[in-house]
Every structure is written in C-alpha cells, then in structure tokens.
C-alpha cells in the first residue's frame, strides 16, 4: 500500500496530519500545536495485513512523543475487546486505547477518560473529546497516532464465537 498522508481538524487542537506507511509499518503525527509522535514498526519485522503498523508485538515498535523513547505495550488481540488494547507509558502518565464498539475505541489517560476515537486503518482519524476531559497536546497527538497505527473498534465476544461456529458448519 502506498504511504497516505490524511489531514485531520482535531476540534480543540487544530489541523494536524496524520502520515501512514503500511508498507514500512510507520506512523508519524504532527501539527503545529502538537509534539510529533513517530511509531515504527523494526526492520525485517513480518507485517501483519490487518494490523496498520503491521504488529502487535511491543518489542517490534518504538515509539517517541518529541524526540523522546515511550513505551508502548500492545496486547495480543483475540477474543475480548479488552485483548486489543494498546498502552503507552511516557513522562509518569499510561494512556490507553481499547475498542468499545464495533467501529469505537475510548481514550483513556491515567484510568481517566478523554474520549473516544475512530479510524478504519486507513489512516483517517476521527476523535470526539469529552466536555469534562481537557485534553493536553501529548493526549490528542498519542490519540491520533494509536489510532492510526492499530485501528479502532472490535467484534463483541458473541460475535466473533457466532462466525467462528458458522464457520465450523458445512
């Protein structure tokens, strides 16, 4: 797939541009009221199609938020909603993106949450912030770019145990 660079109008922070390389499992942020998120997937790391940054494995991503190493912690992704979660830790905060519906997934800063955020994996992003949340600029860039590079929402359990017993029915 060929790299997209999506603008985006983020409701309290401006515009921003959100750049996807599939291809090379690369994700960068930025904007002018935003620090610069970059999340890369490692050299001769195998992609997987579905994932947009081409894995879930966190020993295979490195993440900086300004120049600066965070850490970030994807879970496998199976069943449960709750499996597709992915959490960073930076600057003695954790932020995490889990699905909450099926196109969904909320934002979450220290268990606290900032709102919710919608993309398809391809790079367009869309976030809906909470009145009660007052998002920092770190918030909305890791927002974006989790978003970007994971995707959002995920199946209910029961109907992913529905398709997988149609899927055993001849």
Request: glycine content about 12%.
């Given at each position: 797939?060929?790299?997209?660079?999506?603008?985006?109008?983020?409701?309290?922070?401006?515009?921003?541009t959100v750049h996807l390389d599939t291809e090379h499992g690369q994700v960068v942020v930025e904007g002018g009221a935003i620090p610069r998120i970059v999340l890369s997937r490692a050299a001769g790391t195998e992609a997987e199609e579905h994932i947009p940054v081409g894995t879930r494995d966190?020993?295979?991503?490195?993440l900086t938020v300004d120049g600066e190493q965070a850490g970030i912690h994807p879970a496998k992704g199976r069943l449960t909603r709750r499996s597709y979660r992915v959490d960073v830790r930076h600057a003695r905060h954790v932020w995490r993106l889990?699905?909450?519906?099926?196109?969904?997934?909320?934002?979450?800063?220290?268990?606290?949450?900032?709102?919710?955020?919608?993309c398809e994996g391809?790079?367009?992003?869309?976030?809906?912030?909470?009145?009660?949340?007052?998002?920092?600029?770190?918030?909305?860039?890791?927002?974006?770019?989790?978003?970007?590079?994971?995707?959002?929402?995920?199946q209910p359990m029961w109907m992913l145990v529905a398709d997988a017993i149609g899927d055993l029915i001849p």
């Open positions: 797939m060929t790299p997209t660079e999506t603008p985006a109008e983020d409701s309290l922070f401006g515009p921003l966190g020993g295979a991503l490195t889990v699905p909450d519906s099926l196109p969904d997934s909320r934002f979450l800063r220290d268990g606290r949450r900032l709102g919710a955020f919608t391809d790079g367009r992003v869309s976030a809906d912030w909470r009145a009660d949340a007052a998002p920092d600029a770190v918030d909305v860039a890791l927002g974006y770019a989790l978003a970007a590079a994971f995707g959002t929402g995920a």
